[in-house]
């Protein structure tokens, strides 16, 4: 329970930590918020040889809004968690950050670490679907942004090369009648989730609902999007039966599995059951 | 092997200590300063008994690598009483409700709860319960810890008797 022996580089910069990852590549892990990472070695589960600590970087914590919503990866989940620029654009952020473990936890992890980590429990993963977050990625290579869609390829796999760093989420602001909701079920008020819902959608003048976003976590190899509930809300009107629908759907967009928690049957009614709920959330949810 | 110097502030004391960089925070306070109040339980943060203060916020430390707390300030369970003679009241209302029995977790319980005791005058059960949802005790069952952490709130926010 102790980790293996490894190399510590503190970068104090974005430049010192690419210059780092390009020197020891393969051999290398990044240390963001640690809060998966160091659990990780104390089971030995990895010994890299190198280890580059971010959280020197000052430059990768921030939030600005200002058009769009910016976040640096190394940005702490307690910040998020009060930050008012993040209670104003990206609520949905805000709804989630109480479920992201615990706030010893948080105090610690990093919105970027829980990205780039990918655990298909995660919140954060599905909350960036939701929102139709872009992710930017740096290497010595130049910069790239990727959709949150093209992001999370399945357990622990996203679309990060070896050389690049997640340096930034940019978040489209949410309008005040984007309406929001967020559900998960967990054994433990803070543990990863069983199964759990985030969502948007607007409604048009008619009441038609528009851009619906419903990701799902917990229930598939990565956070997914629920493209079949989300293709029968597209330009619908709300009623019973359509939420049913929709939440009856999302089946055909997960591949649960089974653990000692819960059998893939359970996590799939779960999701289902979620689903309906956060779409009733969200519809009863007042906007300005 | 690797060895970085680190220096530390803890408990206001400041530490200059030599250490391998796969060093845990929480091995660090205990076997490099001898500070054992701070406990080890699972080691991969499950259970909360290691929580310390860094830069004064609850924080796991064995998911922290010594290093890391390099020009940093900590503060452990052995800070909270003033002295030999007197507990802190978190302490003092942890003894009285009895939410304590082997005792393993508690330093871990204190020092989470310590930022919510001083913020809250008065908080709800559910509200207590999320505060105390990151720590494991496997003896108390948790009702007296939130009874302890009521009085706390009590104790440390009771109008000033002129």
């Known amino acids: 329970m102790k980790p293996p022996p490894f190399e510590y580089v503190a970068a104090h910069s974005l430049e010192e930590a690419l210059d780092a990852l390009a020197t020891h590549g393969w051999d290398a892990k990044l240390l963001a918020g640690g809060q998966s990472l160091i659990p990780v070695l104390n089971f030995r589960l990895a010994s890299p040889a190198v280890l580059i600590d971010l959280n020197p970087v000052r430059e990768l914590a921030f939030v600005e809004a200002n058009g769009v919503l910016r976040i640096g990866a190394m940005t702490r989940q307690r910040t998020l968690e009060r930050h008012e620029h993040i209670a104003r654009y990206a609520p949905l952020i805000t709804a989630a950050m109480p479920f992201v473990a615990h706030p010893q936890i948080r105090t610690r992890g990093t919105i970027g670490g829980s990205l780039a980590h990918c655990d298909p429990a995660a919140e954060l993963p599905a909350v960036c679907l939701a929102l139709d977050a872009t992710l930017v990625a740096r290497s010595h290579r130049g910069e790239r942004t990727i959709p949150a869609r093209d992001f999370f390829f399945g357990l622990f796999m996203t679309a990060l090369e070896p050389d690049e760093i997640l340096t930034e989420i940019r978040i489209p602001p949410m309008t005040p009648d984007t309406r929001y909701a967020f559900r998960e079920v967990a054994r433990r008020h803070g543990d990863f989730a069983l199964a759990g819902v985030a969502l948007t959608l607007r409604l048009d003048a008619e009441g038609r609902i528009q851009s619906p976003r419903v990701a799902l976590f917990g229930v598939h190899d990565a956070a997914v999007l629920a493209e079949s509930a989300m293709r029968l809300l597209d330009g619908a009107t709300p009623s019973e039966e359509l939420l049913r629908e929709a939440a009856h759907a999302v089946a055909n967009d997960i591949e649960p599995s089974s653990d000692v928690h819960a059998s893939a049957e359970y996590r799939t009614h779960l999701a289902q059951v979620l689903t309906a709920r956060a779409l009733h959330d969200a519809l009863a949810q007042t906007t300005e | ?162």
């Open chain 2, 1 to 162: 092997m690797q060895k970085l110097t680190i220096e530390v502030t803890v408990n206001g004391t400041t530490y200059r200590r030599e250490v391998e960089p796969r060093r845990l925070l929480s091995d660090f306070l205990r076997h490099d300063l001898g500070l054992t109040g701070t406990h080890v339980g699972c080691e991969h943060g499950v259970c909360g008994a290691c929580t310390i203060l860094f830069d004064g916020e609850p924080a796991r430390s064995c998911l922290m690598l010594a290093v890391q707390a390099d020009g940093h300030t900590i503060t452990t369970v052995e800070a909270l009483a003033p002295d030999e003679k007197h507990l802190h009241p978190l302490q003092q209302a942890f003894r009285e409700a009895h939410a304590l029995q082997c005792g393993y977790c508690t330093p871990g319980f204190l020092m989470s709860l310590l930022p919510f005791v001083e913020t809250h005058a008065n908080p709800t059960d559910e509200e207590i319960r999320e505060a105390l949802a990151g720590n494991l005790c496997r003896c108390t069952g948790y009702q007296h810890i939130v009874e302890a952490v009521k009085l706390a709130c009590r104790l440390m926010h009771a109008p000033q008797e002129a």
